[in-house]
């Protein structure tokens, strides 16, 4: 039986209280010798706001965008849906715009497509998930930057420079990085005008940091994982998380297996993530970016990373790496273990979805 989604959260004490249903994973990270929480000190988390910065599936026309009930079940108030990436026409970032916005007017009384940070509260007041769009890479503006304030029109609140590979903007992640192009410096400059968040993740050292110093509003890694904890191409060093804290900005820790230091269990992963992001950098500035993808049966599994080993070098997703991706059920979990670890509820609902709700309350206009 499934739990109602304004009820999940309020589980949260529940957990912490009975050993029933206490997970083990959640058991086995008190080994600190932190007292658990009661009831009462989990009060604060029970209409706590649940931010989800990007989804992870691939965006695709006929999608079937039901499977954002797997979000709304597990208690997500919020949630950014990728519509285009890099490795992708940019056309098709147009065609999946058309397609989810016309599914998601057809069902306003469960999902709302919100224009402003303020709207994202008053969804969660009427029960209902919020909704806003994200791109990954600048390719999809096609070499012209007037397609920002379209597409922040069209519902895009982030967008990110380079998916994993060089583009016409700057340098991703896992190429030869030449830092923000004077191209990128236009977009960077019209994010800031339209008030779209600029995006880090995925992009390459340089590039980013270059990012942050013109960039005149708070930047966000949406989904990354400090390189200290996994050694890997696709996550961020102790600089570019410092640098983003500078900026007012937040770093979403993400749940995809790649990215996360094995541990006994992903949410324990996920916990240690933020807790490495907190102490480094303080409890404002951090949060999750899951990047989840629904089982899907026609899924092809890792058939587009070996299909585009430009965009995937096959030495950093060598299967398997033993963590799991990770499902929008684990921030109960996350919130469990982080109390505790001796964490306060109000530090713990800044990193559920505070901390993204300021940001966003900074940008978007």
Request: charged content about 25%; aromatic content about 8%; some cysteine.
């Amino acid at each position: 039986m499934k739990i109602s989604r304004r009820g999940v959260l309020a589980q949260i004490g529940l957990l912490i209280a009975t050993s029933e249903v206490v997970s083990s994973a959640a058991r086995a990270s008190a080994s600190d010798g932190s007292p658990r929480p009661s009831p009462k000190a989990v009060e604060p988390l029970h209409d706590a706001l649940v931010w989800d910065d990007h989804s992870g599936f691939d965006p695709t026309p006929d999608f079937n965008l039901e499977r954002l009930e797997d979000w709304r079940q597990a208690g997500v108030d919020y949630l950014s849906i990728d519509v285009g990436y890099d490795v992708i026409d940019w056309q098709l970032a147009i065609r999946n715009l058309g397609a989810y916005v016309t599914w998601l007017e057809k069902r306003a009384d469960r999902f709302v497509l919100v224009r402003r940070a303020d709207d994202v509260l008053e969804a969660k007041r009427t029960g209902r998930m919020a909704i806003t769009f994200d791109l990954e890479g600048m390719s999809a503006l096609n070499g012209d930057s007037s397609l920002v304030s379209l597409y922040y029109r069209l519902g895009v609140r982030q967008m990110l420079t380079a998916y994993n590979k060089n583009n016409l903007a700057g340098g991703g992640c896992h190429d030869k990085d030449t830092g923000l192009t004077a191209f990128g410096r236009q977009v960077i400059a019209e994010m800031n005008r339209v008030g779209m968040m600029v995006d880090c993740s995925h992009t390459g050292y340089r590039t980013t940091m270059d990012i942050m110093e013109a960039a005149t509003q708070p930047v966000i890694f949406s989904h990354s994982n400090p390189k200290a904890l996994r050694s890997h191409g696709r996550n961020i060093t102790d600089d570019q998380i410092r640098a983003c804290a500078r900026t007012g900005g937040v770093i979403g820790v993400t749940g995809l297996g790649y990215y996360l230091p094995e541990r006994a269990s992903s949410a324990i992963a996920l916990a240690d993530c933020v807790t490495y992001v907190r102490d480094l950098v303080g409890v404002d500035h951090v949060g999750l970016g899951l990047d989840y993808t629904p089982p899907d049966p026609k899924d092809v599994g890792d058939a587009d990373l070996a299909a585009h080993p430009d965009f995937w070098p096959p030495a950093e997703y060598a299967p398997p790496w033993p963590m799991k991706d990770t499902p929008p059920g684990v921030f109960a979990q996350l919130a469990t273990l982080l109390l505790e670890r001796g964490w306060a509820g109000g530090e713990v609902r800044k990193v559920l979805g505070e901390n993204f709700l300021r940001v966003a309350r900074a940008v978007w206009k």
